[in-house]
């Protein structure tokens, strides 16, 4: 049986032990498992929601072929949107723009915050290619006036042009800005952004189910002792402490 | 490495040449390269405010605008999607953009955009028309021609996401009037938009948006929604529970507006509890809608007291209150806050013993000197209502130089709606029933009060005379004579004799309050030659106006409550015309169908003839040739008791006086 059934049929247990206390054992909360009915096109949509969400369009079009279960949005969209994330985490900034652009010119339009980050990102890959001249071009031309508009943006656009003063970037303190982890993030922000243009959720259902699992867990170990999941990625019940 | 001021001269005129030669490739009359001129311009301008100012200073909107008429006439798709798109993005939240658009004769060329057999071409033509309609510049829509309303119906039933918002915001922009809600509703728009609240996100924002557009204060419009489709409300309702804060926000609003428009609706207590929370719990969003649920909460609670004291228990005060401790605050949110604390505090004494306990009251004094004039306004308005509270007046808790300074400081605020709002707080605030009120006449508050009494502006002179009127309130006799010898006695005429008539009645109640009190008071009216109280006689000779009948004639009766001198005062004014053969005023006010104002005048009467006082029978002598005593004699049934009451005083004073007839 797959993890993930487990997983859900424990969570669906759970719930209902919640009113009482006492221990039940593997052998007992396994027959209970077993009584849990789970419909599989709930649990199909819930991986294809994943896939989609995440932007796994060859394995999300592979899904659909192999499950039959359709996906709620285009998967045309998908490649659009995956575009623009790879182009982020590349560090090709003004390409994702472009694309996002192309894609829906509103989002940036109505999105300062999210504008200023990528601008910011661009910054920060002139100066990580050692293109000061043209870093303190952009930054006068197109940091500066960010600033101006937004109040709330000073701080981190200071932050920013702080690594123009440093010669070792690598070892000033605001070099966390030239990590990878800083385009990821910028790129995780695009992605949310043009989701929601799409109408559609910017976050998967399954970490929110996995969440859900955890603290219920904690509530009902109040009240019971019970076959526990505590590695979530092997959804192993371990045996109830006495 | 290069000096840094060298790098951005050099920067600055390579910039200059890169936007004109890009202005020039947009003239261009090669396709390839209109079409990359195009999608860089569009790629520059998108998120930035300043470069859409600096393109739209070198002319590219008429460029572009050109280039969409060139591009509709070839009919070619990719210069139309990349033109429309760049002229949405200069209409986008940006006026100066939108009336540059407007100008350049593009709108009808995007409207044209809208039946494109290209689905990319729609959208993008939707999109811009949609970025102008946010706009209040933007053209106003005739939803009484026929065509139009076709039109509109037409687009709020595209399967194009995109055009249903467009035709949404053009409900939003341009529905104003009773007879456009009428006509929306005749046309059955209410129940397009009732089935686009089960659309996508951004169709359900849009009809409830739209919906309480056509709603607002419009009961008729309000029952047709309601009944049109069973789970219409009931749609709106689970809005308010959606996922998105802006969703909820504007079902909030939506449903505000029904609840403010039609009383039938949304009236039970859980429907009210559930909006309170609701918003209180929006009010956390950081951004917009956090601003805006501010503004909906005044909007929920003006002028009700029952969801002020469901706010109350729900802890409002002090969310507001932590609110307003958080840093940077944006001056629409401070705005917002203050609004609705001033709702809160409106009617409610316990609102307002609370914000006065958690020392609220210095952040509110804080906004007084903020540089945008709506948060001083607001911070005015706020005062205003937490001064209603006659326990904290009376513990002079607001004639403190803290809260005084400012507040008179904005009586000379350059903007006069804060003018306005900063008497409204004045005014209550000199009711503080001290006989001294010296904190407020230290800082120099009645010179202001009195110059703003002689503005130009009627509703300044107005509020000005509702502050000095307060002032004078109990006021004790030092206090009087400054307030009299700062305002003079031509200048009081003058504005009994105001061209306004509500200006007239302040004018009067502030002599009435003057003369109140202690005899010695009275003097003030006689002062230069008596023209105060000449001019008090002429209005109430030529006046239609109850109030200022009931305010005349009160003053009239303190002066005659007087010695002698007065009492015979008032006789002369009373009896002026009667002399010309012109009717007495008082027997027009003793016949008057406003009950208040035959009891002022009864007043008058009764104190003019107590039997006491010497002159009294050859004052009833006169009273009865002007045929005043036969008039009050009908009036023994007066079907007002207070009227009633006053009569048989004054008749019973008649007849101890006796004067031999009856």
Redesign the interface.
Known sequence: MSLFWIVIRHLAEIEAMATSKKVITKEEWEKKLKDVKIRKEDMNKLVMNFLVTEGYVDAAEKFRLESGTEPDIDLATITDRMAVKKAVQSGNVEDA??KV?DLN??I?????QL?FHLQQQRLIELIRNGK??EA??FA???LA?RG??N??FLEELEKTVALLAFEDVSNCPVGELLDISQRLKTASEVNAAILTSQ?H?KDPKLPSLLKMLIWAQNQLDEKAAYPRINDLSTAKLEDPAV | ??T?AS??AS?SSS?RRASSDLMVRIGSADSEIKLRAL?EL??QI?????KKLFFLKLGAVPAVSCALAQAQAQAQADLLVQSA?AL??FA??FDAGVRAVLDSGAFANLVALLSFPDDKVVD?GA?SLRMIYQSKLAPKYDFLQEKNMEFLLSLLNSEN?TVTGLGASIIIHSCETVVEQKALCNAGVLKKLTSLLEG???QKDASLESLATIIKKNPEAASKFVSESRRALSSVIDLSKD?NPRTRLLACMCLIVIRNTSPCHLQDIGIKTKLVYLLLELLDDPGQVGEEASFAFSSLLAQKEDLQKLAFEANAIDKLHNHLQKH?LQPRRYQGILLALAELCSKLESCRSRFLSLEVLNLVTDALTHEVADVRTAACICLRSVSRSIKSLSAGRFMKEMIVIPLVRLLHDPSTSVQVAALGAVSNIVVDFTTAKSTFLQCGGLKLLVQLSKSMDPILRFNALCGLRNLMFLADNTCKERIFLELTAPSLSSLICDPEPFVQERALALVRNLVDGCLDSIKYVFAEDGIILDAIGRQLQNTSKAEIGIQGMYVLSNIASGNEFHKEAVMHQLLLQVNNGTQAFILKFLQSNDSQLRTAAIWTIINLTIPSSPGASSRVVKLRSASIVSQIKTMVNDPCVDVKFRVSTALGQFMTIGDGST
């Not at chain 1, 940036?108 to 300062?112: E, G, I, Y």
């Not at chain 2, 998108?46 to 300043?50: A, K, L, V, Y």
Request: charged share 30%.
């Open positions: 723009i472009e652009n010119p509103e940036l339009d109505t999105n300062p504008f000061v001249e303190l071009e006068q031309e197109e006036p101006e508009e109040q709330s109408s959720e | 490495m290069p840094p790098a951005l920067a910039h999608r569009k790629n998108i998120g930035n405010r300043t798109a949405g993005s986008c939240g993008a999109r996401e996508s996100p951004s996922r940077l």
